[in-house]
T-cell receptor, first 114, second 117 residues
Framework: DAKTTQPTSMDCAEGRAANLPCNHS???????VYWYRQIHSQGPQYIIH???NNETNEMASLIITEDRKSSTLILPHATLRDTAVYYC???????????????FGKGTKLTVNP | NAGVMQNPRHLVRRRGQEARLRCSPM?????VYWYRQLPEEGLKFMVY????????ESGMPKERFSAEFPKEGPSILRIQQVVRGDSAAYFC???????????????FGEGSWLTVV
């Protein structure tokens, strides 16, 4: 089961910042938070990931709370092409067997409106 | 750099036939994941492999499905005796591996769409 909870849907005006929240209260100390998005009929697109420090790249910023129980993905200037399902994922690490995998939840359907 | 390459992109099979889906990971990536996405649903983990070894197949159906990642060549997801319920998008992802580090970036391919008629 996914270790994250996200709102089912959100709307954002074009040109404004989109702030997508995610709760991961049961995250373990060595588990990273990943964000992907999926535009209809395409493969999941990697956006950003982090452990405990805030991260920024050319696509987005990731803000992780100090207790690591929640995070926020920020798209600074949303465009119509950012309309997609956004997945917040905790990468599950199993010490026995060495398995590390992304367990997807239902994600947030972000609609950017003109 | 080429991304994760999957083929075929679209595959139609009749019930009872076999489907073989191939995945070439990104250059330098030694680990491969397979996911399945049924229509209007999220991605479900199937299997996690490194070359010549299955690390985690906890999401793989016990019958008819198998996966391999040989020393040379792409990873293969094989579905025998396909049924209508196997119709889905199958996504492959790859990552590099560094022992003790779980923060590698995982990249997905564009998927293979299987339709069983």
């Amino acid at each position: 089961d996914a270790k994250t909870t996200q709102p089912t849907s959100m709307d954002c005006a074009e040109g404004r910042a989109a702030n997508l929240p995610c709760n991961h209260s049961t995250i373990s100390g060595n588990e990273y938070v990943y964000w992907y998005r999926q535009i209809h009929s395409q493969g999941p697109q990697y956006i950003i990931h982090g452990l405990k420090n805030n991260e920024t790249n050319e696509m987005a910023s990731l803000i992780i709370t100090e207790d690591r129980k929640s995070s926020t993905l920020i798209l600074p200037h949303a465009t119509l092409r950012d309309t997609a399902v956004y997945y917040c994922i905790v990468r599950v690490v199993q010490t026995q067997g060495g398995s590390e995998k992304l367990v997807f939840g239902k994600g947030t359907k972000l609609t950017v409106n003109p | 750099n080429a991304g994760v390459m999957q083929n075929p992109r679209h595959l139609v099979r009749r019930r009872g036939q076999e489907a073989r889906l191939r995945c070439s990971p990104m250059k330098g990536h030694s680990h491969v994941y397979w996911y399945r996405q049924l229509p209007e649903e999220g991605l479900k983990f199937m299997v996690y492999l490194q070359k010549e070894n299955i690390i985690d197949e906890s999401g793989m159906p016990k019958e008819r499905f198998s996966a391999e990642f040989p020393k040379e060549g792409p990873s293969i997801l094989r579905i025998q005796q396909v049924v209508r319920g196997d119709s889905a998008a199958y996504f492959c992802a790859s990552s590099p591996f560094v022992a003790g580090f779980s923060g590698n970036t995982i990249y997905f391919g564009e998927g293979s769409w299987l339709t069983v008629v």
